[in-house]
């Protein structure tokens, strides 16, 4: 009697052999890491945004990190890009829809109380970006498109010398109201905000 043929010679799986992983068909990857980095950050900031702990909680293998992003700073340029255009949207949203000057300066107030300093995650954010930014220069250029694009939309209310200005009390209070003790509140928020268009 002959014996049967092992499993591998018609193309099988020997019993003994570990089970190979199905390879699993993620088309938005690249996306779910650039979210997850976001997430990394936000709990454990850029320090603790590395490709291992981004790949960890995006549970894909590490490699994944590396093929889709050639290093660390492309990843993390990546995410605070998308967290920038979030922002500059709502900004964006809330200033198109305001009919005049001064209605654009209560929407500039409400952006800066609710969107930004309203959120925790997106205030933290954004202080992780500021602070990122003036050791990285891939994240100082996502931070001067943020603020060419918020100067822009300011520009349909103010003349550019104003919105400059008015952008640049914007990112000083957000520093502010993150490290302040005693933050303004919304109404000395759009105070200070107000002097400027004076």
Not at 26 to 48: F, K, Q, S, Y
């Amino acid at each position: 009697m002959s014996a049967e043929p092992a499993p591998e010679a018609f193309g099988g799986q020997a019993a003994d052999e570990p089970a190979r992983r199905a390879r699993r068909y993620d088309p938005d990857r690249r996306e779910r890491l650039i979210a997850t980095a976001l997430d990394v950050i936000a709990e454990h900031g850029v320090a603790g945004a590395t490709h291992r702990a981004i790949a960890r909680s995006a549970d894909v293998p590490l490699g994944s990190t590396s093929y889709h992003f050639a290093s660390i700073d492309e990843l993390l340029a990546a995410a605070f890009t998308v967290h920038a255009e979030q922002v500059a949207g709502a900004l964006e949203e809330r200033l198109r829809a305001a009919p005049d000057p001064e209605a654009a300066l209560d929407a500039l107030a409400r952006h800066l109380s609710e969107d930004l300093l309203g959120d925790e995650r997106t205030l933290v954010l954004a202080v992780e970006l500021y602070v990122a930014a003036a050791r990285r220069p891939e994240l100082r250029a996502v931070t001067q498109d943020w603020m060419v694009r918020s100067r822009r939309v300011l520009e349909l209310h103010f003349d550019p010398v104003t919105a400059r200005e008015l952008d640049a009390l914007v990112e000083g209070l957000v520093l502010h109201q993150f490290l302040s003790t005693d933050p303004m509140t919304p109404d000395q928020v759009r105070h200070a905000l107000l002097r400027i268009t004076r």
